[in-house]
């Protein structure tokens, strides 16, 4: 089933995902400097907030809710729960796996943003490939 709605506004959703990373930057630097976890153990964890961060704010991450804008479920126009920010976010986590090898991570991550953008940017709705897997949809507030 497909929604009603139309793209969202590709320039406020990109700027909410920049407010997403520094939410990211901030945990990783917290857990890293006053829990002292180690980088690789860090990433692993601050990353958990890229994955989840969907059905934070009845589907809205940090970004999302002060851009307004919003994940629904494309089957039923519910807002986004974490079972589908899992599986919308799973994607963008794979390269915290591979950080303990040099540059791979880093070189993967940049793959898989560039790919997720390319849709974004030529998906009639903005679907990424996450939205895609999980059936969701990034919609503005009105």
């Known amino acids: 089933m497909t929604t009603d709605y139309p793209k969202a506004d590709v320039s406020i959703r990109l700027i909410a995902f920049l407010i997403d990373l520094a939410?990211?930057?901030?945990?990783?630097?917290?857990l890293f400097f006053w829990l002292r976890l180690g980088n690789y153990l860090t990433g692993l964890a601050a990353g958990l907030y890229i994955v989840f961060r969907d059905g934070l704010f009845n589907g809205q991450s940090?970004?999302?809710?002060?851009?307004r804008q919003r994940v629904i479920r494309r089957d039923?126009?519910?807002?986004?729960?974490f079972t589908h920010s899992v599986?919308?976010?799973?994607?963008?986590?794979?390269?915290?796996?591979f950080r303990?090898?040099?540059?791979?991570?880093?070189?993967?991550?940049?793959?898989?943003?560039?790919?997720?953008?390319y849709f974004i940017f030529t998906n009639e709705k903005g679907l990424r490939w996450g939205d895609q897997?999980?059936?969701t949809q990034v919609i503005n507030e009105t």
């Open 76 to 81: 039923s126009e519910d807002a986004c729960d």
């Open 100 to 117: 303990f090898i040099n540059f791979f991570g880093g070189i993967l991550g940049v793959v898989i943003v560039a790919l997720e953008l």
């Open 87 to 97: 599986k919308r976010n799973i994607i963008l986590y794979i390269p915290n796996l």
């Open 133 to 135: 897997f999980a059936e």
């Open 23 to 30: 939410v990211y930057v901030v945990i990783w630097v917290l």
């Open 62 to 67: 940090v970004g999302k809710k002060l851009m």
